[in-house]
Nanobody, 115 residues
Framework: EVQLQASGGGLVQAGDSLRLSCTVS????????IGWFRQAPGKEREWMAC????????YYPDSVKGRFTISNDSSKNTVYLQMNSLKPEDTAVYYC????????WGQGTQVTVSS
């Protein structure tokens, strides 16, 4: 069974940093992409970052470039999302996903940024 375990969320103040983790198990392909998404209350889920485990290429929407960094530790089957200079509008549940013919989603981790 494929499982994505997201963790690392919490309550922080504006300007603080957080590092989220997404540990993958049961996925028996070596090369894949994995992304981070977030969903704030009353809003649609939006894409935050993506990394290829093939060559480490990373992709971000303009809204988080320079603040968020995605990275991969293949030895731990874990992908990280380093978030710096957090803002109250970054408050959301953050999810990781392996896209494909069937998408695999993690359970989400709550990030709350107070002003």
């Amino acid at each position: 069974e494929v499982q994505l375990q997201a963790s690392g969320g919490g309550l922080v103040q504006a300007g603080d940093s957080l590092r989220l983790s997404c540990t993958v198990s049961g996925f028996f392909f070596d090369n894949y992409a994995i992304g981070w998404f977030r969903q704030a209350p009353g809003k649609e889920r939006e894409w935050m970052a993506c990394i290829s485990t093939v060559d480490g290429s990373t992709y971000y929407p303009d809204s988080v470039k320079g603040r968020f960094t995605i990275s991969n530790d293949s030895s731990k089957n874990t992908v990280y999302l380093q978030m710096n200079s957090l803002k109250p509008e970054d408050t959301a549940v953050y999810y990781c996903k392996i896209p494909g013919p069937r998408d695999y989603w993690g359970q989400g981790t709550q990030v709350t940024v107070s002003s």
